[in-house]
């Protein structure tokens, strides 16, 4: 069995160009960092994607998933 390796995450939600231009929207952190225990990095990666709200999941491909191993 193999060991678990500690991760951290912040999921950022940035806005569209469009967005940008027309409203003056910022990029915003959705979930602050977040340390997890993972048997590797795809494995966090889907515990942090499980994270993203429920609002935002529309918007996928404005979603950025910050990880980091330790």
């Known amino acids: 069995m193999s060991k678990s390796t ?3 995450y912040a999921i950022i939600w940035h806005p569209t160009d469009k ?3 027309d ?3 910022k ?3 959705l979930v602050e960092p977040k ?3 993972a048997s590797d990095v795809n494995a ?6 499980m994270d993203i709200p429920a609002d935002k ?3 996928l491909d404005q979603i950025q998933i910050a990880m980091r191993p330790f």
């Not at 966090?44 to 994607?49: K, Y």
Request: net charge neutral; hydrophobic share 55%; charged share 15%.
């Open 27 to 29: 990029s915003i952190v």
């Open 23 to 25: 409203e003056g929207l």
């Open 57 to 59: 999941k529309g918007e």
């Open 6 to 8: 500690l991760f951290q």
């Open 44 to 49: 966090a990666n889907m515990a942090a994607a």
């Open 35 to 37: 340390t997890i225990l």
């Open 19 to 21: 967005q940008i231009k």
